[in-house]
Nanobody, 121 residues
């Protein structure tokens, strides 16, 4: 059974940094892993995804966020720098049953419970 557990959310001032981590269990190697976020009153939106040796980002976070994975530890991380109030959301770790990278919520079969990120101005 696949299980994803996020950690690392919190409150930070604009311009600050946070690092989110997601511990994955029950997944075979090289499955695509991603991060989504959902702000109050908005749809859950794609943030970033990583495969075996490729990655993609939403335009809104390019140059500020970095996704990485550690296959030995079965973790995926999201380093968030230069945070803006608009980044405030619940952040979700997600995993696909395949290795290709996708940006749509419907393409991810497994989800964590989410971790809150709040950026104050």
């Amino acid at each position: 059974q696949v299980q994803l557990v996020e950690s690392g959310g919190g409150l930070v001032q604009a311009g600050g940094s946070l690092r989110l981590s997601c511990a994955a269990s029950g997944l075979t190697l090289n499955k695509a892993l991603g991060w989504f976020r959902q702000a109050p009153g908005k749809e859950r939106a794609f943030v970033a995804a990583i495969g075996r040796d490729s990655w993609i980002y939403a335009d809104s976070v390019k140059g500020r966020f970095t996704i990485s994975r550690d296959n030995a530890k079965n973790t995926v991380s999201l380093q968030m720098n230069n945070l803006e109030p608009e980044d405030t959301a619940v952040y979700y770790c997600a995993a696909r049953s395949g290795s290709l990278l996708f940006t749509q919520r419907r393409d991810y079969a497994y989800w964590g419970q989410g971790t809150q990120v709040t950026v104050s101005s």
